[in-house]
């Protein structure tokens, strides 16, 4: 079992960037797959990045070239760097992992443990 806390939202302007990082505790993070999702109101949660055990990255197309997934093993932390940010980029986002089977990408079906989430706004 893992439990995950981000922090890093807060506030910014268009075209301005945040980084935010997700500590893992509890287990073995190295063996998890893990993944930045966010939720805006009235909408569904998307997913945004995506990373595998082996470094292997996907994203959503709506962030492509403008967020970067990464993960430090050795700090069992997650990171999303958001550059470029949109007024659309506003939601809370969410880290989750998944500990077994095969990576579930943008499909936040397939994890099974969450982080409490922290919000990020975008005013244009």
């Known amino acids: 079992q893992v439990q995950l806390v981000e922090s890093g939202g807060g506030s910014v302007q268009a075209g301005g960037s945040l980084r935010l990082p997700c500590a893992a505790s509890g287990s073995t993070y190295s063996k998890y797959y893990m993944g930045w999702f966010r939720q805006a109101p009235g909408k569904e949660r998307e997913g945004v990045a995506s990373i595998g055990r082996d470094g292997s990255t996907a994203y959503a197309n709506s962030v492509k070239g403008r967020f970067t997934i990464s993960r430090d093993n050795a700090k069992s932390t997650l990171h999303l760097q958001m550059n470029s940010l949109k007024p659309e980029d506003t939601a809370m986002y969410y880290c989750?992992?998944?500990?077994?089977?095969?990576?579930?990408?943008?499909?936040?079906?397939?994890?099974?443990?969450w982080g409490q989430g922290t919000q990020v706004t975008v005013s244009s």
């Open positions: 989750a992992a998944k500990n077994a089977g095969t990576w579930p990408g943008l499909r936040s079906a397939g994890y099974n443990y």
